[in-house]
């Protein structure tokens, strides 16, 4: 009897002892010498992935929605606040990337720092993240797509949505063949794919920059109506726009994808950091431009919650503006798509 409770008691102490099991930083290096992967991403294609993951559809909406509702004027403040409050976080992200410059990314970072349990939870949290993104991302292309084209009934017959009546699920077929698409692009290696992101990606930074320089000229002509108004810079206090800070934080998420790709880098050591700060830096800059801009050609009780930039530009003579805007997120979205699958 006693040595049946011996042998249980050892079987427990070494479960226990695997949930805490941690890998050491000397074996993640013996790991990378034996690695398939092909070293192929520079400082720049590390930024293109982390820039194209992190500036998705959600700044085309969310400057209207805050500036209405937590900011007014302040805006861009928010956006900074936020911006360095993410580079806190992308600071850990940046050391322990150049430490262990592993594909796992966060879980292997958990492995060594914590231990296999808290890994395992990490590891699949992320994979959920991913795939609940990814599946988000590509059903808010088509409706972006068709507004592009001219409407729904522009669309191919095989790519509208349907529902199936016994069921009440929607199906889009347009999300599951964008998902294909970018599944066998990334299937097909990661220089070509890197290559796809840097094009969707440079799109999608100059439709931004047009929206900068159109926008400020025409803030320039009009006088910068947005900012005059009688409640001041602050409408909402400081607690407005500390909220605000809080709301568009998640316009930040999608940087930690550059870790994803760390085998993938040519110098992870000196590459990832680099990476990693440029994609902030470069979209801190954007989202705070945008929000000058946006909020000086409107003021920020007018701007239209749902499609804020093309409605500032169409209540100022440039509807054809709008086009330029929605092809702006349609490759927001292709390139954070693109950037959601591919740590997978």
Same mark, same amino acid.
């Given at each position: 009897?006693?040595?049946?409770?011996?042998?249980?008691?050892?079987?427990?102490?070494?479960?226990?002892?695997?949930?805490? &099991?941690?890998?050491?930083?000397?074996?993640?290096? @013996?790991?990378?010498?034996?690695?398939? +992967? $092909?070293?192929? *991403? %520079? !400082?720049?294609?590390?930024?293109?992935?982390?820039?194209?993951?992190?500036?998705?559809?959600?700044?085309?909406?969310?400057?209207?929605?805050?500036? &209405?509702?937590?900011?007014?004027?302040?805006?861009? @403040?928010?956006?900074?606040?936020?911006? +360095? $409050?993410?580079? *806190? %976080? !992308?600071?850990?992200?940046?050391?322990?990337?150049?430490?262990?410059?592993?594909?796992?990314?966060?879980?292997?970072?958990?492995?060594?720092?914590?231990?296999?349990?808290?890994?395992?939870?990490?590891?699949?949290?992320?994979?959920?993240?991913?795939?609940?993104?990814?599946?988000?991302?590509?059903?808010?292309?088509?409706?972006?797509?068709?507004?592009?084209?001219?409407?729904?009934?522009?669309?191919?017959?095989?790519?509208?949505?349907?529902?199936?009546?016994?069921?009440?699920?929607?199906?889009?077929?347009?999300?599951?063949?964008?998902?294909?698409?970018?599944?066998?692009?990334?299937?097909?290696?990661?220089?070509?794919?890197?290559?796809?992101?840097?094009?969707?990606?440079?799109?999608?930074?100059?439709?931004?920059?047009?929206?900068?320089?159109?926008?400020?000229?025409?803030?320039?002509?009009?006088?910068?109506?947005?900012?005059?108004?009688?409640?001041?810079?602050?409408?909402?206090?400081?607690?407005?726009?500390?909220?605000?800070?809080?709301?568009?934080?998640?316009?930040?998420?999608?940087?930690?994808?550059?870790?994803?790709?760390?085998?993938?880098?040519?110098?992870?050591?000196?590459?990832?950091?680099?990476?990693?700060?440029?994609?902030?830096?470069?979209?801190?800059?954007?989202?705070?431009?945008?929000?000058?801009?946006?909020?000086?050609?409107?003021?920020?009780?007018?701007?239209?919650?749902?499609?804020?930039?093309?409605?500032?530009?169409?209540?100022?003579?440039?509807?054809?503006?709008?086009?330029?805007?929605?092809?702006?997120?349609?490759?927001?979205?292709?390139?954070?798509?693109?950037?959601?699958?591919?740590?997978?």
């Amino acid at each position: 009897m006693q040595k049946k409770d011996e042998e249980i008691f050892s079987k427990f102490s070494k479960g226990l002892k695997s949930l805490v &099991r941690r890998k050491q930083v000397d074996s993640v290096h @013996v790991r990378r010498e034996g690695h398939q +992967l $092909a070293r192929k *991403l %520079s !400082a720049l294609d590390l930024t293109a992935i982390g820039v194209g993951t992190t500036i998705g559809a959600g700044v085309y909406v969310l400057v209207g929605t805050v500036a &209405r509702e937590h900011t007014g004027p302040a805006l861009a @403040v928010s956006f900074l606040i936020a911006g +360095l $409050a993410a580079a *806190l %976080s !992308a600071f850990c992200y940046a050391e322990l990337a150049s430490r262990c410059p592993s594909a796992g990314s966060a879980y292997h970072y958990t492995y060594i720092c914590i231990g296999e349990s808290v890994a395992w939870l990490i590891g699949w949290s992320l994979i959920l993240e991913y795939t609940i993104g990814g599946s988000a991302i590509a059903r808010g292309i088509s409706p972006n797509l068709a507004l592009f084209l001219g409407g729904e009934d522009k669309l191919p017959g095989f790519l509208v949505r349907f529902t199936i009546p016994q069921l009440g699920v929607v199906v889009d077929p347009c999300a599951a063949v964008l998902v294909i698409i970018v599944t066998i692009l990334l299937c097909a290696g990661i220089k070509e794919s890197s290559l796809v992101q840097t094009v969707v990606t440079t799109v999608n930074v100059c439709a931004m920059v047009f929206i900068i320089i159109a926008g400020g000229y025409l803030a320039c002509k009009t006088g910068w109506v947005g900012y005059e108004n009688h409640s001041g810079f602050f409408p909402f206090g400081v607690n407005g726009m500390l909220a605000g800070a809080g709301v568009v934080f998640f316009s930040y998420i999608g940087f930690d994808a550059v870790t994803g790709a760390a085998e993938e880098a040519k110098r992870p050591v000196r590459d990832l950091p680099l990476g990693i700060g440029m994609t902030l830096s470069l979209c801190c800059i954007l989202y705070m431009l945008v929000s000058v801009v946006i909020v000086g050609l409107v003021p920020y009780y007018a701007l239209n919650p749902d499609t804020p930039i093309s409605s500032a530009f169409s209540a100022n003579g440039m509807q054809w503006a709008a086009y330029i805007v929605t092809a702006g997120a349609v490759t927001a979205l292709c390139a954070s798509l693109l950037g959601s699958l591919l740590p997978q």
